[in-house]
Nanobody, 116 residues
Framework: QVQLVESGGGLVQPGGSLRLSCAAS????????MGWYRQAPGKQRELVAR???????TYADSVKGRFTISRDNAENTMYLQMNTLKPEDTAVYYC??????????WGQGTQVTVSS
C-alpha cells in the first residue's frame, strides 16, 4: 500500500506560479508511473502530466510549456511546477501512482484556485 500526500495548493492570481509536491510513503523507484490529475467542478478527472520510472514525460496539451513535472527519487517525492497559471487551471489536483500491472494509488487532492 503506497500512501501519497499532496501539498502546495492554494489561491494564486492569473499569471502566477505554484509548485505542488507529492510525497510517497515508500521508495518511488519501484513505481512505474507517477502523475498529476485534476478535476474541476462538474468535469471529469483528467491527466495533467505523467512521468515514468525511466523518465519519459507526457503532458496534457493545455499545460504544455507552462507546467513541469519532475521526481526526486532520493526524497520519494514528485513535483509539479505550474507557471503562467490561468483561471481554467482551477481544480483539485491529485497525485497518482501506478505499479504495473494494476496497483493504483491516489492522494487526497489539493485545491488550486486561480483568480484575481
Amino acid at each position: 500500500q503506497v500512501q501519497l500526500v499532496e501539498s502546495g495548493g492554494g489561491l494564486v492570481q492569473p499569471g502566477g506560479s505554484l509548485r505542488l509536491s507529492c510525497a510517497a510513503s515508500e521508495s518511488i523507484t519501484s513505481i512505474d508511473y507517477m502523475g498529476w490529475y485534476r478535476q474541476a467542478p462538474g468535469k471529469q478527472r483528467e491527466l495533467v502530466a505523467r512521468i515514468t520510472s525511466g523518465g519519459t514525460i507526457t503532458y496534457a496539451d493545455s499545460v504544455k510549456g507552462r507546467f513541469t513535472i519532475s521526481r526526486d527519487n532520493a526524497e520519494n517525492t514528485m513535483y509539479l511546477q505550474m507557471n503562467t497559471l490561468k483561471p481554467e487551471d482551477t481544480a483539485v489536483y491529485y497525485c497518482h501512482a501506478l505499479l504495473l500491472p494494476y496497483r493504483n494509488y491516489w492522494g487526497q487532492g489539493t485545491q488550486v484556485t486561480v483568480s484575481s
